[in-house]
């Protein structure tokens, strides 16, 4: 979803960058859709959701019935004045989200392997950018009273922001697709880009 003002026009460049991402369709056990993009972010943003979820062969080698493995969102925004804190006029916020087994939710390395993840998924896919920032975040989640039965869950958040230089509107689909990528990743569901590791252990 473009958010603009009706009095105004959408940039030419903008426009363009858009079109390659409605271009986007699901592959493999990635789903992408087109959701409502934040309108307080940027003066333009568009935004795609997607959720990665188990085929057959999966289930069978985990041996768990889990279908949603991981899920997130991606961010395009677009500012004409390029903030200086962007060094650009085009910047990617992304969130991805998945449960991971216990054992590893409490690896205290865990932080830097998935934005490990994030570098590699970007530079396999030929990505440049800038000012690439972010936090990868564990969450327990504990029930008590009636819900106590709930075992306790890990999940993993990353949250990641960069600056992509693109000097054709088909250059964002890189970025895209370095993004498809990293959600695989976090998910433990090959195939993985080259020289990046599974999740072992994964239950989601």
Do not use: Q
């Amino acid at each position: 979803m473009v958010n603009t003002s009706p009095l105004n026009r959408i940039p030419a460049e903008f426009s363009a960058v858009t079109s390659v991402l409605r271009e986007a369709r699901d592959t493999n056990n990635v789903s992408i859709s087109e959701i409502p993009a934040p309108a307080k972010l940027a003066p333009y943003s568009y935004a795609l959701g997607a959720e990665v979820t188990a085929d057959e062969n999966f289930i069978a080698a985990s041996g768990e019935s889990i279908e949603e493995l991981a899920t997130g969102r991606i961010v395009v925004l677009f500012d004409p004045d390029a903030p200086e804190e962007w060094e650009g006029s085009f910047r990617i916020v992304s969130y991805i989200r998945a449960e991971l087994e216990h054992e590893l939710g409490n690896e205290t390395m865990l932080g830097h392997v998935a934005w490990s993840w994030l570098e590699d998924a970007l530079e396999a896919n030929d990505c440049e950018l800038l000012a690439a920032g972010g936090t990868t975040t564990r969450v327990l989640s504990e029930s008590f009273g009636t819900l106590a039965t709930r075992p306790a869950t890990i999940d993993l958040e990353l949250r990641a922001s960069w600056t992509p230089i693109i000097t054709e509107p088909e250059m964002i689909g890189d970025h895209l697709e370095a993004w498809i990528d990293l959600l695989c990743t976090v998910a433990g569901l090959p195939p993985l880009p080259e020289g990046v590791s599974a999740l072992p252990g994964r239950r989601r």
